[in-house]
């Protein structure tokens, strides 16, 4: 029988942020979003405060000083690597995995069952926790719909729960909320709550005809993974993106047009390595702007530019290229700019490009070559080690991190200090 695993670290961020601060455990804290704006992730201590996810930092600096709750901005550099270090783990215990996010992977294990099933899935959480120092807990189910279920009970037990043959199914799908149920947002939740379905187990038992009227053929597999009978399969390769946006917050506000066309070169290069990382070329461009809707004693102006590709690329100096034309038709001075960004559609592999017939493919194969070097260069000695002159150097719109941590991991100058 093949059943499915959901590893799932708690709190990640502060979680990151306390293996290599241990005077953090067991004391409130905090990390927050983009230019430190809202709260994105919080331990233990806050959430019994009350204070929620997304809060804006202005918001709750009472309570902050009040409890000397430990503040911190994005480290998505260490995040990330922690993350990987993680999957790394996850990936010796079984071939079959699916990433499903920065802090979530999907184990399908074959061959295991009953109390093997609960020691192997104790196993992992115990092997992920000494290695790297993240908590986890471990949801076991025979469908990824059941395994996210158990992942939630597990997280307020011992940090692992097996739904696989329990006796007392139907009691726990019945004290699961719907709105809870994996793939089910706020607009079904509200028509099943119409019907008067409120629970797990009033959908698990719901007629198929109904539910796929209801829901369309969707929601029809997560009723059925509900029953136990496994609908969604393991994205093992993670499917190509068909659109990507690549967009900050300024970390000060901007009003010049220079440094607007530095932040847009730079969103344009940041597309353009992920579409490379892919495989893929793009042949739709959109560029957009925006003042800060929250400010409204200031003049508000928003807009956006698109432009259908003569070819479509992946080369980072030709879609800069695009994007600071793209900016120039849109923007209007007097106006302070808080948002930029840069979108691509239209997405396909690279291997099967559309050539134009007035563009020759010499020189398209050159640029391909230098953005490959340039590459294997930033991969080698970090992001931006060399870049393009139009993305600047001072970067005064960057994000503003007051409350940064070292990045632990991957800069020699920040490496962890052992004090005896």
Known sequence: MNCFMLVDCNNFYVSCERVFNPALEGKPTIVLSNNDGC???RSNEVKELGILRGTPLFKCEDLVKKHQINVFSSNYTLYADMSGRVMNILEQFTPQLEIYSIDEAFLSIAGLEGEALVHYGQNIKQTVERWTGIPVTVGIGTS???AKIAAKIAKGKSGICSLVAHP??????TNFAVADIWGIG?????????YGI???KQLRDAPDRWVKKQLTIMGLRTVRELRGIPCFPLEEIPPPRKGIVSSRSFGQ??????ELREAVASYAAR?????????????YLTVFVSTNPYQEHHSQYANAASLCLPMATANTRELISYATKLLESIYKSGYIYKKAGVVLNEIRPESNPQLSLFIPPEPWQQNRKLTQLMDGINARWGRDTIHYGAQGINQRWQLRRDYLSRRYTTRWDELPEVKI
């Open 168 to 173: 007392q199914i139907d009691e726990i799908l």
């Open 39 to 41: 709260v994105v992730a």
């Open 144 to 146: 990824k719909t059941l």
């Open 253 to 258: 506000p901007v009003t010049e047009l220079g």
């Open 271 to 283: 597309a353009g390595e992920k579409l490379r990382a892919q495989g893929s070329i793009a042949g």
């Open 198 to 200: 409120h629970n797990a």
């Open 186 to 194: 706020s607009q079904y939740t509200a028509r099943l709550k119409r």
